[in-house]
């Protein structure tokens, strides 16, 4: 799923509304949300998280920007929108950034306690905090 379309392949591609995920109550064992978080809203950040739960059986893996110092995140706001708007004029570009601590206290009080939080660095030498923060839900 998705907010725009996006999708190049042959794969079947859902558009997602911000408000409900278009699929039934624990349809999914598992959800991966990959570096889609810092394009929420601040104030739909938690619906999305609550649908994220509803729909997922197991477990939600998270991929994400995160900062420690503020020029971080003025760096992740200048690389986002250099790298998204040669994909689409179309992308929400709230520039929603936070810290490793702030998502694992909300994801915690939102979906799950049972957090794993890993270091991962997508691009070698580039200065920016991305994490793989996984959460078991049942």
Not at 2 to 10: E, K, Y
Not at 96 to 112: A, C, D, M, P, R
Request: net charge positive.
């Amino acid at each position: 799923i998705d907010v725009i379309d996006i999708n190049s392949t042959q794969m079947p591609l859902k558009v997602y509304d911000s408000k409900k995920i278009p699929f039934k109550d624990k349809y999914f064992d598992m959800t991966y949300c990959s570096f889609v978080l810092h394009h929420i809203e601040e104030e739909n950040l938690l619906q999305l998280l609550k649908e994220l739960k509803r729909v997922t059986k197991r477990r939600i893996v998270i991929l994400e920007d995160c900062y420690k110092h503020k020029w971080e995140k003025k760096l992740d706001a200048l690389l986002d929108l250099i790298v998204n708007r040669t994909i689409s004029k179309e992308m929400a570009l709230p520039f929603n950034f936070k810290t490793v601590g702030y998502w694992i206290e909300l994801l915690g009080n939102v979906i799950s306690k049972n957090i794993h939080v890993e270091k991962i660095r997508v691009v070698p030498l580039m200065p920016k905090r991305y994490r793989m923060i996984v959460l078991d839900v049942g």
